[in-house]
């Protein structure tokens, strides 16, 4: 998807902000206002519109239920890899499998676009490695200690790669 009205601007900070407060790991760390997530909802949506990116838009009966970024590289040597981004679903709408048809359908963007390779990171400590594991995705590194959740309280970030 490309075109983004005001009416799912706003269901897209809505969400993003939700699922931060409800302890998801997409950027920040609770408690967050729609006032902090906006500067990064605009950047992603700046590079949806110059049509380099990718919003992956999941609906539950004409609703808004989660998104996620699907970002293509500028360099010409890896024009064949994708990287997903901000991965969500709303928290009212978690446990029914909507995260698996969300990454289902970032994968059918991906082949779309004629990329061959996917990555994503994952925060430690959450079990979404273990989720993305599950999609076929393999760890490809980590990068110890490198998200501060709070003092003392530092995750790794863990590197996942898929072969679609």
């Known amino acids: 998807m490309s075109d983004v009205d005001d009416v799912l601007r706003r269901d897209l900070l809505t969400c993003w902000t939700d699922v931060t407060n409800a302890g998801g790991a997409v950027g920040f760390v609770p408690p967050v206002t729609e006032e902090d997530v906006v500067p990064l909802l605009d950047k992603l949506l700046d590079g949806v519109r110059s049509g380099r990116d990718v919003l992956a838009l999941l609906t539950v009966d004409g609703a808004t239920a989660g998104f996620a970024s699907v ?24 446990g029914q499998g909507l995260g698996r048809a969300l990454m289902a359908g970032v994968h059918d963007i991906a082949r779309s676009r004629g990329w061959e390779f996917l990555h994503l990171t994952a925060r430690g400590g959450t079990g979404l490695d273990d989720f993305y594991r599950g999609l076929g995705y393999v760890e490809v590194g980590r990068l110890p200690g490198a998200i501060r959740v709070a003092p003392g309280d530092d995750r790794d970030e863990i590197i996942m790669a898929c072969r679609l």
């Open 71 to 94: 970002v293509g590289s500028l360099s010409p040597l890896r024009l064949h890899w994708g990287t997903v981004l901000r991965v969500q679903v709303h928290p009212s709408r978690q």
